[in-house]
């Protein structure tokens, strides 16, 4: 290994010309592991502290963690996941696993494992902990979240039984049933609620879904921009607490709902409102086009264009009559989206009115629900 360190070495002395030569030499007699040993304490030094581990999560299923992964065992099938944890004269903590309760009944079991390394700042005698967060999901390794949560001062960090990690980070179960993660010091201090295996799924959904086709402007046919609207909407997004837009599922066709949360005192409980009385903090419209968009023109400033640079027309329906219930879950600030809230608009009998003067009437109930980013100024 000393080879190996003063081999890496930029210096010109005869030790560190000659250690290349002496290190493949021996490194031939090595075992592959022997070699990836002898080359990570070359790098990251011999008081990294490190201690490989392996928690049992539950029957049959089980995590290992070594220096460079972590092995992971659920009925019978094992997964190897990297872990990129190791640099130059880190020195690590314990590993430790967190099991806990949540949902409402407190009834499903989430497994953390929680990985705080002392990194060296250069030049200094600093130093700062990085707390990396993972979940176990059956054999799969979900990263969470990593962030530094605490600095000291000195030649070495504190030792283990000398610092409290839960003075520094911590993960409860709030009263809703949720997992909150909290970060009580570091640059960066917050409490946020870790999203489900569930909200993560809808999440990446609701990001594919809104990306889009990428349509050639002359792989398809102009479409009528004059059509009446369909009705269908497949997928969902809100802004800006609250407009909620959905799309049709081959994204010729957006129906929009603005409905100033704050102005019409929505909550859990549903809100039912007349659309013929005109408001300015109420809308509906529909927007037809004559090809599929490839990003909404709500919630930017930028509609996706097609290869001939060319935007898409559009004719906009509005809403002159009919009803409309919306109904709003409790804001939830989780740690990769932010505060959102999600809000159910229910649309009932409406009539909606072209710019030519065209009227047309829904054919059938419209429910759309939509997670919506929560504005903290105060809306």
Known sequence: MYLRSAGASRDASPYSTAAPTLWRAISNGLSKEDVTACQTFAIIGFHHNFRPVTFTLEAGHWISLDMHDATISYNGKEKRTPLALASRGVVFLPFQHTELAVGPTRSTSRHFIEALVWVPVSKTQTWTLLWHLFEVVRENLISVMNDAVATAEGDAPPADTAFDVRRAVRLDVNDSG????????????????????????????????????????????????????????????????????????????????????????????????????????????????????GESPYCTDVIARSDSSQSPSSEKWKAVSGRLTIEVSRTRNLLKSGPIYRATVRLDGAEFVSSSGVRVRQTHPIVIPATVPAVLSGR
């Open 178 to 293: 949720d997992l909150e993660l909290s970060i009580l010091n570091g640059p960066r201090p917050r409490v946020a609620i870790v999203e489900t295996e569930t909200e993560r799924r809808e999440a990446d959904e609701r990001r594919l879904a809104h990306d889009g086709p990428r349509v050639p402007g002359n792989a398809t046919t102009p479409l009528d921009v004059h059509r009446p609207p369909s009705f269908a909407y497949a997928n969902a997004e809100g802004c800006d607490d609250t407009y909620v837009y959905g799309w049709s599922g081959d994204r010729t066709e957006m129906i929009a709902v603005h409905a100033d949360k704050r102005a019409l005192r929505l909550s859990e409980t549903p809100s039912t409102f007349d659309l013929s009385l005109p408001r300015p903090e109420l809308g509906v419209s529909i927007e037809v086009f004559d090809r599929p968009v």
